[in-house]
Every structure is written in C-alpha cells, then in structure tokens.
C-alpha cells in the first residue's frame, strides 16, 4: 500500500515528523517498508508555455520554440514528439539542476542556441519513463515553481501489511490508526447523499448469494468522458502507485485509495438485459481491460449481463463493457465479495490487482454505498452527468455486524503483564472504532464493520497492547514456578540409547511405517500385515511388521552410491495386527530398535589393515546397547527365514525371544539385489529401555587369586552353556568369570575344542588359601565333566 503523507495529513495531521509517523506505524503492526521522496530532486523548474514553434533548420526531428515564463521568453530547441504551440509544460531555466545532478547551461544544437530545457517525467523524477514532455493544465500559473504548483515536497510510505490488515489498504484506515496512536482526532470526510435527478435504475440480480452478499449500483447519464481529471487526483494516484488513465477510471481508483472499496464502472449502452452476480459457466470466456481473453472456471464468481460475462468479479473488468470514449452513461457498482471466494482466484489466471488484493483480505461491510456516493460527486464534478437512485441488493446471510467479544480484565495482566485503568482500556477500544460495555469483570466488545481479524478475546489484547505501546511495557524479573520433572535413574532415555551406536559410528536414518509388500513377504513371511485403503503409491501399501525393510532400502540406496562403509540405525514402532481379532483397535503398536551395516569394519586408513565386518561385529554392536539392560541377555542358534542358517541368532531376557542377529540369507540379497554381505539385528525397544540402578559394594582388602581353566569338549557345545554352566556351580568366592580363548587345531582331537576362562576368586574378610582355590576348581571342572564331559586340556 502506497500513498502520499500530504494526503494522509488532510486526514490526520499529528504533530510528528514523517519519520517518526513511520516508527509509530511500524511499532502498531504496519510495517514500514519504504519513505521516499514524491519527486526527484531539482530546482529552479518553472510552469512555461510554448508561445511558439518553427522547425530547426538543420534537424528534422528537433524544433526551435519560443517559451514564456510569464514574465521573459526564451529560445529553447525540443525534440519531444508532442511539443506543440500553447503547450504548458515545466521548464528548466539556465543555472536548473535536475536529478542526477544534471545543471542546465546555455548549449547550441546544430547551430541553434538553446536556453533552458523543456522537461518530461522521467527527467524530473517523476515516473521511470515518459513518451514526451509532461503536460500542464492550460490554466497553469505560469512563472510559479513546480515544485509548489504540484506539491511536491512530500513523502510517498510504502506500507507491508499482513494478510489480516485489509482495513489499512486505504487513507481513511491508516488515518484512523494514526488517530489513535496519537490521540488526535480524525477529519473524518463525509458525503451526503448526493441529489438524484433521474429516475433511472438498471436491475440487478443475485444468484450467487453465498459469494455476494451486498450489491450496489447507480447509473449516471450525460457524462463527459474526455474531461481531464484534475492534477491533484492525477499526482495523489501516481503517489499511489496507479497511472492516471480517464476520468471515471481515475474516480474509481481514487476512492478505493481513499476508503478502501474497490469499484466498477459499465458503459450503460453496452449492459444487455440486467446485472447478474453469479459463477461461470462450464468453458465461458472473457476478454480483461487489457486485452487479455482466459476461459474461466466453473467456480469463478463473474458479473454479467444476460448474453455474456461482463467482469472477473472483485479481479478485474472486462474489455467488452468498458467506459471509452464514446461512452455517455455508466452504471456504478460497488460490491462486497466473501474474502474465501475471491482468494487465489487471481493467481489461478496469472492475475494480481488492486481489487482482488482487498477483496481477498476482506472490505467493510458497510462502506459500498458510501463509496458510491464519494465516487459519484467526483465523477459528477469532473464529467458532470444526472444521477440516479442508488439500488441495493443485500442477501440474508450478509453479516451487518460482528459476535460481540468478552474481555476479562484479569487476562490483561497475565498475558500482557501490564495493568491499565478500565477508562484507559476503554478509550482504547472506543478510539480503534468498536462500541464498548463496561461490566465489573472487564468489557463486553463489539468489533466495527471494517476488522475481520477480531474474532477472539486475544485478539482484543493485542489491539490493547499495540497502541499502548510495545516499548512501554516495563521490565520486570520473570517468575516461575519451576516444577522439576522426575527423571527415573531406571529409566534409559532413547537419546542415551541412540548416542551409544552413534559413538559406534552409526547414523540414524528415519523410513517410512509404509513399505513395499514385495519387501515385506521377503523379509518378514510369516507376519500378517495390515493393507492401506489408500497408499500413497503400490510401493508403500503396507504398514511394516518389522523395522528392517525400510533400513535395508536405505542401506541399498547409499551402496548405489559408491559408500563403501554403510552403517544405520533406526528407531521406531512396527504395527503388529492382531491374528484372531480385526479393526485398528487391535493393532500392537510396537516400538523398535534395528540396525544394518556393511563394507569395511575402518574408514580407509593407513594405521591399520582394514577388513569386511562380520557376524561378531554388528554381536558387539548389540552388546554394548544390552549392556544398558537391566536383565541378562543371552544369545541362542536359531532360525529366520530372512537370515543366514549358520549365522542367525535369537535374543533373549528371561527365555522370552526380544530380538533377532545375524547376516542376511544369500537368497534374500539376491531378490534384493545387494551384493554384500548384510548384518543387520532388530530388539524390542521396552527390552533395553529399563537398567539396573548400580549401588555400592564394599571393597575387599585382600587379594584376589586367578587362575586359568582350559578343557576340552565337543566342537557344538556353546561357549555361553559352559559358561552358565560355571556360574550356576560357583561358590560367592568366584568374583568373575571371563571367557578369553577357542581354539581348534594341532593338539586337539578332530570335533574337539579347547575353551579356556579366567576365573577371579576372593574372600572379603580374609585371604583365600590354596586349598579353597583348588575346592572351588575341582567342583567347577566336575560339573563340566558331567554335563559336557569336558576334560581338563593337558
């Protein structure tokens, strides 16, 4: 929104500077976006008049012209197309300097000597470009500055408005703002009824009810549209970013830019039938102002006649019905369109205008016959023209008013953190133009016809609080009440979980719940899984029983692209369907934690000789996150159809399976076609979500004695079921017992393997003998006989 501070002050005229109105405007919520001057800078330009002309000798495009002042005439050469005898135009006289720092001295061209310089707009700064020299009404005080004859020692703002502030797209709104941010009054413009002298109407009707609820027209017969509009109309819409183009268009442009109601003027002789506000029909044309033709959609809102689409409502007229110059009587309309119809209508046909801009954000309910009366006295005194009745066509669903709004008094000070006298609050809300009731617990508020955006109590706050002044908030210590949250010392949070493969060098990777079912049935056969009614795509069709599908794809993806070295983990829940009941109230929604890698076991290095990880690799992985658990994992040979028959373990706590380890089976890599070997695992998250809370053991103060058991037994007994073995039959004198060697080979029988432990045995009160190590050994290496028939390696 741009407009000119001079017009702005006829309006409101605080005793501020343009600078300050502009921190004000920001600090309300009107965001300043550009000051600038409403012309360039220059001096010494004058209104002239071209008394006379005559061809330049020795130039066919230039012309030598004689100019007066009104009190000398001078000689000047002009080139401009539309110089012409009794022209009055601004001229630059000798010692003038223009924008540019341009300084107008005495020159010859082609001979002919030249004092001054007739000017343009674009070389007084005044547009970005012209097509001859600027042309002055003919009853121009000659002689007199032009930068007083056209006021030019003004400011045009540039205001970057929100969405919700369509009231401040006029004079009259940011008038009202400014009026209330200085508690000065406002001059508030008003129109009577103008005088009708005919009895003409032309009918309308409304069958799009819904879109437009209030429609108002008048008709205007007589007019004269080549009149020219006044200067001061002319350079108050050029400060506003429109062009002047005739006088009834300028009209129209000139009281939306002022109230804020965008307007239509029809050539009366062009309406066939009657007015209608309806939708498009199915492939209908029109041809825009502009000459722009676009087949409109069925639910696009158009006004029309009774044989054709008339205008692109709240967008943009069409070029079949416009005033021209031929044009004698017009129909006025003014209109309020439902922000929710016109939004983006616009921008469906590559369109933005002044209109759809405001109407999009919404216009005052109440302003379209006001509009029609201000529009109508200025055409009428600058066309001239009879006037007819203004008709109004209001559906029962057009909102005269707003819900009333409950403010409580005690919501001012705990959210704003101010307290205000009720009279002040009061003023507030009475000044910003809502009728206000006062009651012992705060107010009962009205919003006016022009704020859409006050639908809440908060929004009533925000309003208090933006014209009193966000920097007159004071200071203070915030308080608060802390509550700590218990954090249970049983409890491992997923981020400690996370960050320990992370430290392993994993990365986290998050998939979809949604995967592929060919996917699925390879990796997780024997669970049933639940079919989306409407998938995004046939590869994601079904919710995941298992997070490793998902994990697996992205391993692919990275191995596609030359990483050579993958490692990924993901957290998250697989939806489990329950097999004897239906619905989605018998789906287990159960939470995950998986894992894949392969390639190198090191980044490329020079240090160490680098390997492909293993089976043992991605077990210690798992181990070091079981390690956070608060029951004992063990691990058992087992069976996935998924996972390789000799490498594939089960994952235990409490003989209940929690997870599944091992390489992928080669006929799985194929139908997935990865060519790597693949380790991944999968634990229930609830397995390692709880620990055991350490607590203080006393230290002995006698030595602890070790000592080495080696035995041999067959090659398929577990190393875990002696080790169980051991601690079952330990004594509380062995401390430890740790498993530190395999070994097959030279000195042991073929199907035989050496195990080797260490055993760490101590007493806390006193020092163990040798005759207690050798009992606790002998019970020890008895019980592996029996149950193992293991012997002691020689």
């Given at each position: 929104?741009?407009?000119?501070e001079?017009?702005?002050?006829?309006?409101?005229?605080?005793?501020?500077s343009?600078?300050?109105?502009?921190?004000?405007l920001?600090m309300?919520?009107?965001?300043?976006?550009?000051?600038?001057?409403?012309?360039?800078?220059?001096?010494?330009?004058?209104?002239?008049?071209?008394?006379?002309?005559?061809?330049?000798?020795?130039?066919?495009?230039?012309?030598?012209?004689?100019?007066?002042?009104?009190?000398?005439t001078?000689?000047?050469?002009?080139?401009?197309?539309n110089?012409?005898?009794g022209?009055?135009?601004?001229?630059?006289?000798?010692g003038?300097?223009?924008?540019?720092?341009?300084?107008?001295?005495?020159?010859?061209?082609?001979?002919i000597?030249?004092?001054?310089?007739?000017?343009?707009?674009k070389e007084?700064?005044?547009?970005?470009?012209a097509?001859?020299l600027m042309?002055?009404?003919?009853?121009?005080?000659?002689?007199?500055n032009?930068?007083?004859?056209?006021?030019?020692?003004d400011?045009?703002?540039?205001?970057?408005?929100t969405?919700?502030?369509?009231?401040?797209?006029?004079i009259?709104?940011?008038?009202?703002e400014?009026?209330?941010?200085n508690?000065?009054e406002?001059?508030?413009?008003?129109?009577?009824?103008?005088?009708?002298?005919?009895?003409?109407?032309?009918?309308?009707e409304?069958q799009?009810?819904?879109?437009?609820t209030?429609?108002?027209?008048?008709?205007?017969?007589?007019?004269n549209?080549?009149?020219?509009?006044?200067?001061?109309?002319?350079?108050?819409?050029?400060r506003?970013?429109?062009r002047g183009?005739?006088?009834v268009?300028?009209?129209?442009?000139?009281v939306?830019?002022?109230?804020?109601?965008?307007?239509?003027?029809?050539?009366?002789q062009?309406?066939?039938g009657?007015?209608?506000?309806?939708?498009?029909?199915?492939?209908?044309?029109?041809?825009?102002?502009?000459?722009?033709?676009?087949?409109?959609e069925k639910n696009?809102?158009?006004?029309?006649?009774?044989?054709?689409?008339?205008?692109?409502?709240?967008?943009m007229g069409g070029?079949?019905?416009?005033?021209?110059?031929?044009?004698?009587?017009?129909?006025?309309?003014?209109?309020?369109?439902?922000?929710?119809?016109?939004?983006?209508?616009?921008?469906?046909?590559?369109?933005?205008?002044?209109?759809?801009?405001?109407?999009?954000?919404?216009?005052?309910?109440?302003?379209?016959?006001h509009?029609?009366?201000r529009?109508?006295?200025?055409i009428?005194?600058?066309?001239?023209?009879?006037?007819?009745?203004?008709?109004?066509?209001k559906?029962?669903?057009?909102?005269?008013?707003?819900?009333?709004?409950?403010?409580?008094?005690?919501?001012i000070?705990r959210?704003l953190?101010?307290?205000?006298?009720?009279?002040?609050?009061?003023?507030?809300?009475?000044?910003?133009?809502?009728?206000?009731k006062?009651?012992?617990?705060g107010?009962?508020?009205?919003?006016?016809?022009?704020?859409?955006?006050?639908?809440?109590?908060?929004?009533?706050?925000?309003?208090?609080?933006?014209?009193?002044?966000y920097?007159?908030?004071?200071?203070?210590?915030?308080?608060?009440?802390?509550?700590?949250?218990?954090?249970p010392?049983?409890?491992?949070?997923?981020?400690?979980?996370?960050?320990?493969?992370?430290n392993?060098g994993?990365?986290?990777?998050?998939?979809?719940?949604f995967?592929d079912?060919?996917?699925?049935?390879?990796?997780?056969?024997?669970?049933?899984?639940?079919?989306l009614?409407?998938?995004?795509?046939?590869?994601?069709?079904?919710?995941?029983?298992?997070i490793?599908?998902?994990?697996?794809?992205?391993?692919?993806?990275?191995?596609?692209?030359?990483?050579?070295?993958?490692?990924l983990?993901?957290?998250?829940?697989?939806?489990i369907p329950?097999?004897?009941k239906s619905?989605i109230d018998?789906?287990?929604?159960?939470?995950m934690?998986?894992?894949?890698?392969c390639?190198?076991i090191?980044?490329e290095?020079?240090?160490?000789?680098?390997?492909?990880?293993?089976?043992?690799?991605?077990?210690?992985?798992?181990?070091?996150?079981l390690?956070?658990?608060?029951?004992?994992?063990?691990?058992?040979?087992?069976?996935?159809?998924?996972?390789?028959?000799?490498?594939?373990?089960?994952?235990k706590?409490?003989?209940?399976?929690i997870g599944?380890?091992?390489?992928?089976?080669?006929?799985?890599?194929k139908a997935?076609?990865?060519?790597?070997r693949?380790?991944?695992?999968?634990?229930?998250?609830?397995?390692i979500?709880?620990?055991?809370?350490?607590?203080?053991?006393p230290?002995?103060r006698?030595p602890?004695?070790?000592?080495d058991?080696?035995?041999?037994?067959?090659?398929?007994?577990p190393?875990?079921?002696?080790?169980s073995?051991?601690?079952?039959?330990?004594?509380?004198?062995?401390?430890?017992?740790q498993?530190?060697?395999?070994?097959?080979?030279k000195?042991?029988?073929?199907?035989?393997?050496?195990?080797?432990?260490g055993?760490i045995?101590?007493?806390?009160?006193?020092?163990?003998?040798?005759?207690e190590?050798?009992?606790?050994?002998?019970?020890i290496v008895?019980?592996?006989?029996?149950?193992?028939?293991?012997?002691l390696?020689?």
């Amino acid at each position: 929104m741009k407009f000119s501070e001079q017009w702005l002050r006829t309006w409101v005229d605080p005793d501020i500077s343009a600078e300050e109105m502009c921190d004000q405007l920001t600090m309300a919520g009107l965001e300043v976006d550009s000051i600038e001057p409403a012309a360039g800078g220059f001096t010494d330009v004058v209104v002239a008049r071209v008394e006379s002309l005559v061809k330049h000798p020795d130039a066919d495009k230039l012309n030598v012209c004689q100019v007066t002042d009104g009190s000398s005439t001078q000689q000047i050469v002009c080139g401009a197309a539309n110089v012409r005898s009794g022209l009055v135009i601004p001229l630059a006289k000798i010692g003038a300097v223009l924008p540019g720092d341009f300084k107008i001295k005495p020159a010859k061209l082609r001979g002919i000597e030249s004092f001054g310089m007739l000017c343009s707009e674009k070389e007084l700064g005044l547009a970005d470009s012209a097509d001859g020299l600027m042309e002055l009404p003919s009853d121009a005080p000659l002689g007199l500055n032009l930068r007083e004859y056209l006021q030019l020692d003004d400011n045009i703002i540039e205001l970057d408005l929100t969405p919700n502030r369509g009231d401040c797209l006029s004079i009259a709104g940011i008038a009202r703002e400014l009026g209330v941010l200085n508690q000065c009054e406002v001059t508030e413009q008003l129109w009577e009824p103008y005088k009708q002298n005919i009895i003409d109407v032309f009918p309308v009707e409304i069958q799009a009810a819904d879109a437009c609820t209030h429609y108002a027209g008048r008709v205007i017969k007589g007019i004269n549209v080549k009149a020219q509009t006044p200067l001061w109309m002319l350079e108050r819409l050029r400060r506003g970013g429109i062009r002047g183009l005739s006088p009834v268009v300028d009209v129209t442009n000139y009281v939306m830019l002022e109230l804020g109601q965008p307007m239509h003027a029809f050539d009366r002789q062009k309406l066939n039938g009657k007015i209608i506000v309806r939708y498009a029909k199915h492939a209908e044309k029109i041809t825009l102002l502009g000459g722009k033709s676009i087949e409109l959609e069925k639910n696009t809102l158009v006004i029309a006649d009774d044989s054709r689409a008339l205008a692109f409502a709240g967008v943009m007229g069409g070029e079949d019905s416009a005033v021209d110059d031929s044009t004698t009587d017009i129909f006025l309309e003014s209109a309020f369109f439902k922000p929710e119809v016109i939004a983006g209508k616009a921008r469906n046909y590559g369109l933005h205008t002044d209109s759809s801009h405001r109407f999009e954000r919404g216009v005052d309910l109440n302003m379209q016959v006001h509009a029609i009366e201000r529009a109508t006295a200025l055409i009428c005194e600058i066309c001239g023209g009879k006037v007819g009745p203004v008709i109004e066509h209001k559906a029962a669903t057009h909102p005269d008013e707003q819900s009333p709004i409950h403010l409580r008094a005690v919501q001012i000070k705990r959210v704003l953190g101010i307290e205000l006298p009720v009279s002040d609050v009061s003023d507030i809300l009475q000044r910003l133009g809502m009728q206000v009731k006062v009651y012992s617990d705060g107010w009962l508020v009205q919003s006016p016809s022009f704020r859409f955006d006050i639908e809440i109590e908060a929004d009533l706050l925000e309003e208090i609080v933006r014209v009193y002044g966000y920097n007159n908030i004071p200071r203070t210590r915030p308080s608060y009440n802390a509550i700590i949250q218990p954090q249970p010392e049983a409890s491992n949070s997923l981020i400690a979980l996370k960050r320990c493969l992370v430290n392993r060098g994993y990365f986290e990777a998050i998939t979809y719940s949604f995967i592929d079912p060919k996917w699925q049935q390879i990796l997780d056969p024997l669970r049933t899984t639940i079919s989306l009614a409407n998938p995004l795509s046939s590869e994601m069709s079904v919710m995941r029983t298992s997070i490793l599908p998902g994990l697996i794809n992205a391993l692919k993806h990275n191995v596609n692209r030359q990483q050579t070295r993958v490692r990924l983990f993901e957290t998250g829940l697989c939806f489990i369907p329950d097999s004897e009941k239906s619905g989605i109230d018998h789906i287990r929604q159960e939470p995950m934690f998986a894992g894949v890698i392969c390639g190198d076991i090191y980044h490329e290095q020079w240090s160490v000789q680098s390997r492909k990880v293993d089976f043992f690799d991605i077990k210690s992985d798992v181990e070091a996150l079981l390690s956070f658990a608060a029951d004992i994992s063990t691990y058992e040979v087992a069976q996935h159809p998924a996972l390789h028959p000799g490498q594939c373990a089960s994952i235990k706590q409490n003989n209940e399976i929690i997870g599944w380890l091992g390489a992928l089976h080669p006929e799985v890599q194929k139908a997935l076609d990865i060519e790597q070997r693949v380790y991944v695992f999968e634990l229930r998250q609830s397995a390692i979500s709880n620990n055991n809370i350490p607590s203080f053991t006393p230290l002995s103060r006698y030595p602890e004695v070790r000592r080495d058991l080696a035995i041999l037994v067959d090659e398929a007994i577990p190393a875990a079921d002696i080790l169980s073995a051991i601690k079952s039959v330990s004594s509380d004198l062995v401390k430890e017992t740790q498993l530190f060697d395999i070994y097959q080979g030279k000195g042991v029988s073929e199907g035989r393997k050496s195990v080797a432990f260490g055993l760490i045995l101590q007493e806390f009160s006193r020092t163990l003998t040798d005759n207690e190590v050798d009992a606790e050994i002998d019970k020890i290496v008895s019980t592996l006989n029996q149950q193992f028939a293991a012997t002691l390696r020689e």
